[in-house]
């Protein structure tokens, strides 16, 4: 492999990174840890993530656990669950904060399902666009001959062409997980 193609797949693997990333922030009605990710909560002045103040657990599809280390912390964890964007109102025992994970509508799911091609869409112009940048690299590399650019751009294409794919396998995983009631 190139020095071309090798860096047009380090792009593109990180476009498939990002669409995961993005993926799992789409709330389908099950419970998934990861929704907690981007939540910090004010801890003694310092805005620390969840995942470093308790331990996460999933008894059941629809519903997170959070029990945090530090029993003193409860009301600041419940704080930042109900001021962040989740839409999910926390109930707290006194040891543990409770997440129910309502089933979206048939209408909400398919607003879901809209947002997850967008993204798929978004990351297919990312993998576009590192092919474009490593095209654009090998024809202006002085030492290839005009075959040998032309073989980097073959490369390159079918290279594209497995990411593109790859997102479009994802997007129907993650449609067919959203719709699922």
């Not at 801890?43 to 995942?51: F, L, S």
Request: proline fraction near 6%; glycine fraction near 4%; charge should be neutral.
């Amino acid at each position: 492999m190139s020095a071309y193609t090798d860096q047009a797949q380090k792009h593109m693997n990180k476009c498939i990174d990002a669409l995961k990333n993005n993926f799992s922030k789409v709330r389908t009605g099950r419970a998934n840890p990861q929704v907690l990710d981007g939540i910090r909560v004010d801890y003694y002045g310092q805005p620390t993530p969840i995942v470093q103040l308790a331990g996460i657990k999933v008894p059941e599809p629809s519903m997170l656990v959070v029990e945090p280390w530090d029993k003193s912390s409860l009301k600041a964890i419940e704080k930042a669950i109900e001021s962040s964007d989740l839409g999910i109102t926390p109930s707290n025992d006194g040891t543990s904060i409770r997440l129910p994970f309502p089933k979206p509508t048939e209408e909400r799911r398919r607003e879901l399902v809209k947002e997850c091609k967008q993204y798929a869409e978004d990351a297919k112009v990312a993998v576009r666009n590192a092919r474009r940048d490593a095209n654009n690299k090998a024809e202006r590399d002085e030492e290839l001959n005009e075959d040998d650019v032309n073989r980097e751009k073959k490369a390159i294409q079918k290279l594209t062409d497995e990411f593109v794919a790859k997102i479009d396998e994802m997007l129907k995983t993650k449609s067919q997980e959203v719709m699922e009631i």
